[in-house]
């Protein structure tokens, strides 16, 4: 995920809950930015190298059932 600019990462929280992302990668291998809240849960997909940060694009991530 070396394509988001460091100081951008920093920054990015969650929308749903405001944790902190972590990079993923999905079973595919396509990245994502995971959530760190428990109770969230969430990942994103990234495309092109941008952060889709929208809700309704989230999935459970791979360590939620």
Sequence with gaps: MSE??????EILRC??????????TRPDG???LV???EACALA????D???VLLVDDA???GGTV
Excluded: K, N, Q, T
Aim: net charge negative.
């Design 44 to 47: 994103y997909p990234v495309r």
């Design 30 to 32: 396509a990245a994502e």
């Design 59 to 61: 999935y459970p991530s």
């Design 4 to 9: 988001i600019e460091p100081w951008v990462r």
């Design 15 to 24: 929308p749903a809950c405001g944790s902190e992302l972590r990079d993923g």
């Design 49 to 51: 190298g941008i952060p």
């Design 35 to 37: 959530c760190l809240g």
